[in-house]
């Protein structure tokens, strides 16, 4: 099946640092990808929606300035959070659309735990 | 604005019983679901999905069913297994998900 990677695993910085992550499509292309956060015992949060040579979009609140998205090529979107803070200590989760038989899916990477100090 | 609602954080079941997992929504122009399996510190993993012109999808062990006059669709696993014991979420869409229900099948 379709995998997708992510790196680094785990991350930790201090406060005021920025921190990239990547998210990469092994055996397949993928136009679309998606960044997601997560925070202890609560549901994926959608952060934005990339698409490959174009600008992403992000969902209502979640600042872009905060959270660049570049998805410079079909097998790669990258997430940089500029000036992390504490509170930007999550589980960040990256997705790229493909098929499974006959309808689009997602595919997940096995997410970042990105700490803050 | 939630779109997407699971109602029940948790489950409890024994092995060998069905689980049944609920998911409802609220924008009646979804027209495709999915159901996606997580443990912790991993991403989500897809199990199956429906689209609207479709009330059943079966998949093994795994049965999606879906209402689309209640806005609603559920997940069931028979008979249940230890190893299902994980976050499930449903999902609208592709992205729009629950907030998940935790399934713990007792042995």
């Known amino acids: 099946g379709a995998v997708v990677s992510q790196h680094p695993s785990r991350v930790i910085c201090k406060s005021g640092t920025s921190v990239k992550i990547e998210c990469r499509s092994l055996?397949?292309?993928?136009?679309?990808m998606f960044w997601y956060r997560q925070f202890p015992k609560q549901s994926l949060m959608l952060m934005a929606t990339?698409?490959?040579?174009?600008?992403?979009?992000?969902e209502q609140g979640v600042e872009k300035d905060k959270f660049l998205i570049n998805h410079a090529s079909l097998t790669l979107s990258t997430l940089t959070v500029t000036s992390a803070h504490p509170e930007d200590s999550s589980f960040y989760i990256c997705?790229?659309?493909?098929?499974?038989?006959?309808?689009?899916?997602?595919?997940f990477g096995p997410g970042t735990r990105l700490l803050v100090l | 604005d939630q779109q997407v609602k699971q109602n029940s954080p948790s489950l409890s079941v024994q092995e060998g019983r069905i689980s049944i997992l609920n998911c409802d929504y609220t924008?009646?122009?979804?027209?495709?679901f999915l159901w996606y399996k997580k443990y912790p510190a991993e991403g989500p993993t897809f199990l199956i999905s429906?689209?609207?012109?479709?009330d059943k999808n079966e998949d093994g062990r795994f049965t999606v069913f879906l209402n689309k006059s209640a806005k609603h669709l559920s997940l069931h696993i028979v008979p249940s297994q230890p190893g299902d014991s994980a976050v499930y979420f449903c999902?609208?869409?592709?992205?729009?998900f629950g907030a998940g229900t935790r399934l713990t099948v007792k042995p």
């Open positions: 429906i689209s609207s012109i479709k």
């Open positions: 055996d397949f292309q993928a136009t679309t």
């Open positions: 999902a609208a869409e592709l992205a729009r």
């Open positions: 990339s698409n490959e040579g174009s600008k992403a979009t992000y």
């Open positions: 997705s790229a659309t493909g098929t499974s038989g006959l309808q689009e899916t997602q595919y």
């Open positions: 924008n009646s122009m979804f027209d495709y």
